[in-house]
């Protein structure tokens, strides 16, 4: 049997550590989760709004130099922008239980944005500030609300295109094409609440999009709600009303989000979902029902439903199922080789490009660019190829000591990194190894680190 602090360090956090270590029981593991909320120097979403005025009063000024300041302000918001993402990854190497940060990034991965160009990129930042870390210890429904009216969630879904075709912005428009955009509807039921495959069709696909008509992104106001472009009248979705005959308003949409985020459909998808990312690819349907049972019994209270993830004894059954992908296996490697929060946020700015960024992108995660609006892969067979393997060991040869000149012994390694857990072959291999950096390579390429 594995210890507990271990085996949530491993299973549901970033790793051992031997500068952190990680709670001993399952209760107090999901009480360390509230040390993910936002702190003072995250990037918010009113700073990007600032930023963004900022650059378009330079655009739109006559100044001889205003290509110049243009560029010049770009390059402080990628900056600012390559800040925020030490933070994260300082947050996620310090944290003695990991399990507040790997919900962030499970988090961030189901409500999908990504980054682009640099609003685009501060933007998404910003988004796990103020959507993600600011409800990770509410409910369900208030994640969900935050996420898909965040202004980077409608940037990405094209929800700042969707004006109703009834409304008095588009009789205003009389001659341009405007109309109703699908995308946040369809992704809303689809990836963030009830899942594909639930009992849904495309006609509430489409009363939805008609019913979020509204929302929309101004930087010059704090108003997300324009009922200006909403369509009229009342809407159905999934057999109920909203909207009624009045003006509409942003009260309706939080309505149809509260029930879609109630929903029983919802609730095994959610299920399902953490399943997957923390215990196997292929989910054990006890621990799926109980979780499921858990959000019903709770209205989508997200730390029973985490209680009831940390106390699943799957996390046991079911040891070394997970492949951890590129950024859990950076932060873990970091964590393992002593590395704390206040070494990492003394990297520089060419660090983080040369080691952390390049780095993921080699191993196929590049930073804030999924591939769609459905997240990163799951699966091992997406992560665990010959490419992927080789270019993490690539990372830990030649990248890792160019941010760790005295390279810790590989021996002690092999303890910080699996504790209990590492398996004899690998016991036997690492005191063999020719060089330390050899030695570092094996306890950090192999299965035993790789998987959790």
Known sequence: MVDYSELAAIRLGYGLSPRAPSPGTAEELVA????????PGDLSTDEVRRFQLDLQAINRSDAPD???????HRRSGQRRRLQNVKR??????????????????FWVDHFTVSGGMVVQSLMAEAFVTDAIRRNLTGSFADLLFAADTHPRMLSYLDQQRSIGENSRAARQRAGRQVGINENLAREMIELHTLGVGAAYTQQDVRQLAELLTGLSYDPRSDRMFRPVRAEPGAETVLGKSYGGKGRAAIADI??????????????????????VHFIDDDPPQPAVDRLAQVFLDRDGDLPALYLALA??????????????????????????????????MGFTLSHMRNQVMSGLSAMGQPWALPRGPDGWPEAAGAWATPQGIAARI?????????????????????TQA????????LAWAVPKAESQREGLAV????????RR
Do not use: C, Y
Request: hydrophobic share 35%.
């Open 311 to 344: 106390q699943s004894p799957e996390l046991e059954s079911h040891f070394r199922k997970k492949v951890r992908q590129p950024f859990d296996f950076m932060v873990s490697s970091f964590r393992a080789t002593g590395f704390g929060r206040k070494r990492v």
């Open 394 to 414: 690539d990372w830990v040869t030649r990248q890792l000591p160019k941010l760790h000149p005295e390279l810790p012994d590989p021996r002690d390694v092999l």
């Open 418 to 425: 699996l504790g209990s857990t590492a398996t004899e072959p």
């Open 66 to 72: 205003k290509a110049q300041k243009s560029r010049a």
């Open 32 to 39: 360390s989760i509230a040390a993910s909320a936002p702190e």
């Open 254 to 275: 939080r309505d149809v989000m509260r029930d879609l985020a109630r929903h029983e459909a919802t609730a095994r998808h959610i299920a399902r979902k953490l399943v």
């Open 443 to 450: 306890v950090l390429g192999s299965a035993d680190f790789n």
């Open 88 to 105: 994260r990854l300082a947050r996620a190497v310090g944290d003695p239980g990991g399990f507040g940060e790997r919900l962030v990034q």
